[in-house]
């Protein structure tokens, strides 16, 4: 046979042994069976963290139905840009330690099946999860996030409207002093209401009005959740004690802003909370700004904030190849080594992330090198770990 012709022979067999087969297809199986029992363990123990949360809200909130659905539905979001990549990574150390057990991997390579041709299911379904965990870690997990701080705010209103017993004055109500003559019990409306405001000491205010209500209000700025008690009908006495002055102000509906207990800072103003675009929007308006070292750190913060959730994205393309190079040791015991195997990982992953990220903030280290160490560090293990095989 000519050259030539063994040359293009040789290509199109290089090019049929990319095509999917059933091998991929069972290498797959393998894989993203513990994965997906991974990320719904993983999802439930978090969840089962914040039970004694949700057992606050069903209790003294009374939360049921589509509001507890909502917090519920909007924390497992949160929780799936870290839980993905670790779930990946016990999944290809389980397949392929079960492979690795059964033999099965030897009567492949027996067959003429490299790692390099078993590594490429592996490599797709790792830049599938690094793509979904990108897509939650940037976007949509910090919404969620956003969403269950509203609907917790919406919660709390009722703790506070209970707070509040028809006929008595409240002295604690916000640093307000508020008394209702009546409150429905089906609505929750406030009727004969009186309020006195002394947060402006020198101009202190006496608040009339015929109907109240309190309700939320979700500010798209970094004030984040508030209270807001509406009033109707009613009149606005205002004197100072520097002055005789006295003043008598008629409205038909007046708001009184109220801050949340616990959100004084605003759960939109944290880096967390932020979506990417937000970040970036934030970084520009900073840059805007004179220089100092105060801005400049808060710089820092949110584009450190940025790269870590890009590296965290990143983590599954490396914990593809780890758990091939440590899927292949011998054991029976493969599902309790994969565990611990996933565990050390994840425990010095993270350690090295939350130490580069301190680097990172603090000016020490670029924040593109230093939230990057983890992969960088792991992804030699793995190149390790996949040349000393055993295959």
């Known amino acids: 046979m000519p050259i030539d012709e063994r040359i293009r022979s040789a290509g199109r067999f290089r090019l049929r042994s990319l095509i999917p087969n059933r091998i991929d297809l069972y290498l797959l199986t393998e894989v993203l069976g513990p994965t997906s029992g991974g990320i719904i363990f993983f999802t439930f123990v978090f969840l089962l963290f914040q039970s004694l949360r949700l057992a606050e809200f069903i209790i003294t909130h009374k939360a049921y139905g589509l509001v507890l659905f909502e917090i519920v539905g909007a924390m497992m979001?949160?929780?799936?840009?870290?839980?993905?990549?670790?779930?990946?990574?016990?999944?290809?150390?389980?397949?392929?330690?079960?492979?690795?057990?059964?033999?099965?991997?030897?009567?492949?390579?027996?067959?003429?099946?490299?790692?390099?041709?078993?590594?490429?299911?592996?490599?797709?379904?790792s830049l599938a999860a690094s793509a979904l965990s990108l897509g939650l870690g940037l976007d949509?997990?910090?919404?969620?996030?956003?969403?269950?701080?509203?609907?917790?705010?919406?919660?709390?209103?009722t703790k506070i409207v209970d707070s509040i017993e028809a006929g008595t004055f409240h002295s604690d109500f916000f640093d307000l002093l508020i008394f209702a003559e009546e409150k429905d019990p089906k609505t929750d409306r406030l009727k004969n209401v009186f309020i006195y405001d002394e947060r402006d000491s020198d101009s202190p205010l006496v608040i009339v009005a015929r109907e109240g209500e309190i309700i939320t209000a979700i500010s798209k700025s970094e004030l984040g959740a508030a209270v807001v008690l509406r009033l109707f009908e009613g009149n606005i006495h205002r004197t100072g004690?520097?002055?005789?002055?006295?003043?008598?102000?008629?409205?038909?509906?007046?708001?009184?802003?109220?801050?949340?207990?616990?959100?004084?800072?605003?759960?939109?103003?944290?880096?967390?909370?932020?979506?990417?675009?937000?970040?970036?929007?934030?970084?520009?308006?900073?840059?805007?700004?004179?220089?100092?070292?105060?801005?400049?750190?808060?710089?820092?913060?949110?584009?450190?904030?940025?790269?870590?959730?890009?590296?965290?994205?990143l983590s599954p393309i490396v914990f593809g190849f780890l758990g091939i190079g440590f899927g292949t040791l011998?054991?029976?015991?493969?599902?309790?080594?994969?565990?611990?195997?996933?565990?050390?990982?994840?425990l010095v992953y993270y350690f090295i992330l939350i130490a580069a990220q301190g680097w990172?903030?603090?000016?020490?280290?670029?924040p593109e090198i230093a939230l990057n160490l983890p992969n960088l560090f792991f992804a030699l293990v793995a190149w390790r770990a996949m040349k000393s095989a055993a295959w």
């Open 77 to 125: 979001v949160t929780f799936l840009p870290s839980v993905i990549p670790i779930s990946f990574l016990i999944g290809v150390i389980i397949g392929f330690g079960r492979l690795s057990a059964d033999s099965e991997l030897v009567a492949l390579k027996a067959g003429g099946i490299g790692i390099g041709r078993l590594s490429i299911p592996v490599i797709l379904a």
């Open 140 to 157: 949509w997990g910090p919404t969620a996030d956003r969403i269950q701080a509203d609907a917790i705010a919406r919660i709390a209103n």
């Open 241 to 313: 004690y520097k002055s005789e002055k006295y003043q008598k102000v008629d409205f038909g509906e007046y708001r009184v802003y109220l801050e949340v207990e616990g959100e004084s800072n605003g759960s939109k103003a944290r880096p967390r909370n932020m979506t990417s675009s937000m970040l970036r929007d934030r970084i520009e308006n900073l840059r805007t700004r004179p220089d100092s070292a105060k801005v400049q750190k808060k710089i820092r913060v949110l584009t450190s904030e940025l790269w870590k959730r890009l590296a965290i994205a």
């Open 330 to 346: 011998r054991t029976r015991a493969v599902r309790a080594g994969a565990a611990l195997i996933s565990f050390m990982v994840v």
């Open 360 to 366: 990172s903030t603090r000016g020490e280290l670029p």
